[in-house]
């Protein structure tokens, strides 16, 4: 009896109803989470989606706090996939970030075994979700209604008391908002020129002045190390970019690096706000990637709505143009590219409502002839929208989510087994073709051929997005292919890995069709020579049902 070469591959699943997700919604409806209310929520999303979603830990704040992190995938199919991140709430008071995240997680959790877009992406992607990496800032923000708080909460000595954060900005009138008050000094009747600002407080240390030691540190997203210390950042540790002593400095942007220099995402967002923009990285000489870049803008400016784009690109813009952010101050993006080769790192800043900006918004406390005081307290609507409009905003920014999905590159790939392969099937000739599945994103790295122990056999160049490689390869099996089965790898940390099974399988009958006529006949396989086969036939190998093209010795099998 003929022993032939079955390859197949790893990636069959079925949704049953055991690992359909119900339907469910957030604990805490139409507010803002603290820490423990969204861990609460992020609990119990993952105990109604067994078997797709895991937490765990990162890392911890300053005051101990779990950086929590969720890894969305279905764990059924084990096989290496490609990755992709969203993290968000660098700033404390973009607490809208984590309402967003949240909403990301529940509708992947929701959709999976209902959605095929959404079952799609759970089977094949592992999407990690962090939904703060500042809990220590979220919760002064949300409890003590600190909107102006930007840092984290390492302590800081400002005013060399020998005591730290005693002495913070505070609601004085006890309205419910911190004001801020800028002091502009009178030229004349028409025009002023900006001195200075302060805010609102009182002297909780007792020492006869107020507002001189204030809560917060290091900003988290001057703090990385690729280009640490630029222009867009500050070493004053009273600014509000305060670039922490040293790059990695704090916990949490530890956390951030340990995390993700385990994986490699060919795309990421970090959420903010305070703006309607995507920023990208970019040097003196503008975006590190012009062309993709700009694909990518026009495709922002596609799905998000109109008041999200200026210029004509999602980016901010002056009088003068656009506005090309330098590289290289320590941010997220920066190191993500830098140091991690994640060429579509996205600063997606997701809110602002420019209403808050209107002159009718500030009220003049003072005006004399030399000086003019106004007063302003919008800073939460400056970052955050009302607690009853999350979800409005959700519903705005979720095509940007399913697009991060879609970017994701992925590779297709077929593989038939050629003649003359040596008759111990130590050397080995295959023909291949692999395409990198994604609209705009390569997969970055070379495409390899490994073993499960980690031994390269071969590998092409990187492919562009949407290419096709068409090759046939011979290579000599680092081990000894009678033991059968034994698995081949194909892919790369970017595209994640086919998990291809060849074992000799004695075969004795063969079912076959042609395209043009539906009967089928079953006949047996030679004991010798060369199964006939016309380039019109399809043949399907009857034990088992995987697509072959075949002669005794070659079984094809297409990924489905």
Not at 214 to 220: K, N, P, Q, R, S
Not at 362 to 384: A, R, V
């Amino acid at each position: 009896m003929p022993s032939v070469l079955k390859i197949t591959f790893e990636t069959t699943f079925e949704t049953t109803q055991e690992n359909i997700v119900l339907s469910s919604n957030l604990i805490y409806e139409d507010q803002y989470h603290d820490y423990e209310m969204m861990s609460d929520e992020v609990d119990n999303i993952a105990q109604n989606a067994p078997g797709i979603i895991e937490v765990f830990s990162i890392g911890h704040s300053y005051l101990g706090k779990d950086l929590l992190a969720l890894k969305i995938t279905n764990e059924s199919i084990t096989r290496q996939k490609a990755k992709t991140l969203v993290v968000a709430h660098h700033h404390g008071r973009e607490q809208i970030t984590i309402e967003m995240a949240l909403r990301f997680i529940l509708y992947l959790a929701n959709g999976f075994g209902h959605d095929a877009q959404i079952t799609h992406y759970v089977n094949s992607l592992e999407i990690y979700v962090i939904p703060t990496l500042n809990p220590d800032a979220l919760d002064r923000v949300i409890n003590e209604n600190d909107f102006w708080l930007r840092k984290n909460l390492h302590p800081y000595d400002n005013d060399y008391d020998e005591e730290s954060d005693e002495d913070p900005i505070d609601d004085a009138n006890g309205d419910g908002w911190i004001s801020r008050y800028d002091v502009y000094d009178r030229v004349d009747e028409d025009s002023e020129i900006y001195l200075y600002s302060y805010y609102e407080g009182i002297d909780d240390d007792g020492d006869g002045e107020f507002n001189e030691d204030e809560i917060g540190y290091v900003d988290l997203n001057r703090n990385y190390d690729a280009g640490w210390g630029g222009s867009g950042s500050s070493g004053d540790p009273t600014d509000q970019t305060y670039r922490g002593r040293r790059p990695f400095s704090e916990p949490e942007t530890q956390a951030m690096r340990d995390f993700a220099e385990q994986h490699r995402f060919a795309m990421a967002f970090s959420l903010h706000s305070g703006i309607n923009a995507t920023y990208l990285p970019s040097d003196d000489n503008g975006y590190v990637e012009p062309e993709l870049y700009d694909e990518v803008f026009g495709d922002f400016a596609d799905i998000l709505p109109n008041s999200f784009i200026t210029g004509g690109r999602y980016e901010e813009t002056t009088e003068s143009g656009p506005i090309i952010e330098a590289n290289h101050f320590g941010k997220w993006s920066d190191w993500m590219y830098v140091e991690r080769n994640t060429p579509v790192p996205v600063c997606f800043e997701i809110f602002h409502d420019s209403r808050v900006d209107d002159a009718s918004r500030y009220t003049t406390i003072l005006e004399n002839d030399t000086h003019l005081i106004k007063e302003w307290h919008d800073i939460y609507g400056y970052f955050n929208p009302p607690a009853s409009k999350i979800d409005l905003l959700w519903m705005i920014i979720r095509p940007a989510f399913i697009y991060l999905l879609d970017m994701i590159p992925q590779l297709d790939v077929e593989v038939v087994v050629l003649p003359n392969a040596s008759p111990d099937l130590h050397d080995i000739r295959l023909g291949v073709n692999i395409g990198c599945d994604a609209p705009r994103i390569s997969s970055v790295d070379p495409i390899f051929v490994k073993t499960t122990t980690g031994e390269i056999i071969h590998s092409w160049s990187a492919l562009d997005a949407g290419a096709l490689l068409h090759d046939n390869v011979t290579f000599s099996l680092p081990f000894d292919a009678s033991i059968s089965p034994f698995t081949l790898l194909i892919g790369n940390n970017y595209t994640g890995f086919d998990s291809i099974i060849l074992e000799r399988s004695p075969l004795t009958t063969v079912t076959y069709q042609t395209p043009s006529n539906t009967q089928s006949s079953t006949e047996p396989i030679p004991s010798s020579g060369v199964y006939p086969l016309d380039s019109s036939i399809i043949l399907i190998v009857s034990s088992t049902g995987f697509l072959v093209v075949a002669t005794i010795a070659i079984i094809y099998i297409r990924r489905r």
